[in-house]
């Protein structure tokens, strides 16, 4: 995996835990780690934030990080998200704030502890592989479903996880996300069990 997103990563995660913010990493770095990593990555956070974080996590961060406190209260108040830009690489990391849904609640519940590094020191929280799959199915399908990026990496959690996926749980979620039909495409396309 690439060691730049990596790094800039922890250094978010270091801050958020300084702070005892929930998190998991989702979007393509969470499917690098159950997928296949791709040549381009961006990093994708969801925190579950309170207004009263915003300064502290902005003085966390440090000046390393552009992160405006405004733009944090606003994404919070408003249930959307925010970046943080580190300065030296300009690398940026997205924030999602949880909406507060049933699948939001299951998402936390499910997240697993991973390494990032090959030493296996640097321990973080990262979505599931059926919460990852189900989530690029949800933006995929709010994107108009036209982006190759998601799929392939959807397809390709799919391959690599194959038969340690729980099958039941991704398609109760994908049927309460409105995403059966793309799940069962998916599936079929990934050479696996079809929706039941």
């Not at 733009?71 to 943080?84: C, L, P, T």
């Not at 049933?102 to 990262?126: C, H, K, M, N």
């Amino acid at each position: 995996m690439l060691t730049e997103p990596i790094r800039v990563t922890l250094l978010v995660i270091e801050a958020l835990n300084a702070l005892n913010i929930p998190y998991f990493v989702g979007g393509s770095l969470a499917t690098a780690v159950h997928g296949v990593a791709r040549a381009t990555m961006d990093v994708d956070l969801v925190a579950d934030m309170r207004a009263e974080h915003a300064q502290p996590l902005v003085r966390a961060l440090g000046s390393e990080f552009y992160a405006d406190a405004e733009m944090i209260r606003d994404a919070v108040r408003e249930r959307s998200s925010f970046n943080v830009i580190h300065k030296p690489t300009m690398f940026k990391v997205d924030v999602f704030i949880p909406k507060g849904r049933p699948f939001d609640r299951s998402q936390f519940a499910r997240r697993i502890v991973q390494s990032l590094t090959e030493e296996g020191t640097d321990e973080i929280y990262i979505a599931s592989p059926e919460d990852n799959i189900l989530a690029k199915l949800q933006w995929y399908r709010l994107g108009g479903e036209v982006s190759d990026r998601q799929w392939n990496d959807i397809l390709s959690v799919l391959r690599v996880q194959g038969e340690r996926l729980d099958r039941p749980y991704l398609c109760r979620w994908a049927k309460e996300l409105g995403v059966t039909d793309l799940l069962e495409e998916a599936l079929n396309l990934g050479d696996s069990k079809s929706v039941g």
